[in-house]
């Protein structure tokens, strides 16, 4: 009778950690930012910001240009200018500058802003996309990649999410 209840609580015992081995958790990690700017959505956002501001970057390239040729003509012919010369072609640099700065941070602005506004259009799609992939997948625990300190590769379901937020946004 010893016998046959021990063997029972070793069976228990073997069941117990049997299915505690068939209860281990399904995890996966995604990259939020990463998954919502690899979207075909973020990426029709990118090319319509580029057409916006097609004209800015044609006149920030175009005032490269000429403060490369100030600068180059500037240290070739330092030796013969007069020093109201010299004046003349940094003040023209120093302006050109500020309209490049001025430039820069118009669109800075607008982007930061159009990128918020996209990410705040979204952030229920990707909450679908990362519920689908979770119920398709089986994930009982899914993480943010920006707080896991390291991770293998294979938890990773960023490309999942990317996709399932394609299907869910056509």
Do not use: C
């Not at 930012?33 to 690899?38: I, R």
């Not at 010299?86 to 490049?100: D, G, I, W």
């Not at 909450?127 to 707080?147: D, F, R």
Request: glycine residues 4%; without cysteine.
């Amino acid at each position: 009778m010893k016998n046959f209840i021990k063997a029972l609580a070793v069976a228990g015992s073997i069941l117990v950690a049997g299915s505690a081995f068939a209860q281990q958790p399904v995890v996966g990690v995604v990259n939020l930012e990463q998954a919502l700017f690899n979207s075909q959505a973020a990426q029709e956002l990118q090319s319509a910001i580029q057409e916006e501001f097609r004209d800015d970057q044609t006149r920030a390239d175009q005032l490269n240009s000429e403060l490369t040729a100030l600068a180059e003509r500037a240290q070739r012919d330092e030796s013969i200018m007069s020093d109201a010369e010299k004046r003349r072609v940094t003040s023209e640099a120093q302006e050109k500058q500020v309209q490049l700065q001025m430039i820069a941070e118009r669109v800075q602005a607008a982007l930061q802003e159009r990128n918020q506004t996209f990410i705040e259009s979204m952030r229920e799609n990707l909450g679908n996309a990362i519920q689908a992939v979770v119920q398709e997948g089986g994930y009982n625990i899914v993480l943010n990649a920006e707080s896991v300190a390291f991770f293998d590769n294979a938890y990773d379901i960023t490309a999942k999410v990317t996709a399932k937020l394609n299907e869910l946004s056509q």
